[in-house]
């Protein structure tokens, strides 16, 4: 989309769960629920990467209607993934540290919110007529905005569980750790498009705007 719009993505909130830190002598209840709660959550924390991957490689210069097909379906995969997550919370049990009912049951809560939230941006995507350039890209600012604000929920929706021995047993497993984006960037059809590999939500918009030199719509 356009520099808002990945810069809202490259802030960390793709919900990995690394942490700096160990401690030695960790409970193995707790080593435990990592490991569940992990081993489900990574093809997951995969699909989350993979859909903002997705979001900033596809070229600013992109026409309309690609950017609108490749945000409105990776807006989808996130919050499918958040669901997905959220099971995996509830999945695991209430994870044995103090509080661990209300840790869970708010991970749960805030990570079906941001699916609901996605959801949301996506359905604004889909509304917008790529036809009309001017309003595209002012649409598409708008999302952007939105997006930022959604980012910050993501961040929140697992805080609690990043934090203490709990967040440091979960920082050791494979399945909870920092994702290298599998989907390759985009290209477009024609034959101008290769993509700018820091193309956000504000370069799209901007690009959007200004007429194609092709008049073939």
């Keep these: 989309m356009n520099k808002k719009l990945a810069a809202a993505l490259s802030g960390g909130a793709v919900l990995v ?19 569940t709660f992990c081993d489900q959550a990574k093809p997951q ?10 979001i900033i490689s596809t070229a600013a210069d ?7 097909a490749a945000d409105s379906k990776a807006f989808q995969d996130i919050a499918d993934a958040d669901r997905a997550l959220a099971k995996a919370v509830e999945a695991a049990g209430a994870p044995p540290v103090e509080n661990g009912q209300k840790v869970q049951q708010d ?13 949301g941006l996506k359905k604004e995507v889909d509304a917008l007529d790529p036809a009309n350039q001017q309003k595209f890209a002012d649409g598409l600012q708008d999302v952007a905005d939105g997006l930022t604000k959604i980012e910050k929920m993501d961040q929140a929706a697992l805080a609690k569980l990043e934090e203490g021995e709990l967040g ?15 989907v ?5 059809g024609s034959a101008t498009a ?5 193309a956000t939500a504000s370069d799209k918009a901007s690009a959007s705007a200004k007429p194609t030199k092709k008049s073939s719509e």
């Design 17 to 35: 769960l690394v942490l700096s830190g160990c401690s030695d002598d960790e409970g193995n209840k707790v080593e435990d629920w990592a490991k």
């Design 45 to 54: 924390i995969q699909k989350r990467a993979n859909a903002h991957q997705i």
């Design 62 to 68: 992109s026409k309309p209607a690609e950017i609108q």
């Design 107 to 119: 991970a749960i809560k805030e990570l079906n919110a941001t699916a609901v939230a996605y959801e």
């Design 168 to 182: 440091q047993a979960m920082a050791k497993q494979p399945g909870c750790q920092k994702p290298t984006a599998s």
């Design 184 to 188: 390759p960037p985009k290209t477009s």
């Design 194 to 198: 290769s993509p700018k590999a820091g």
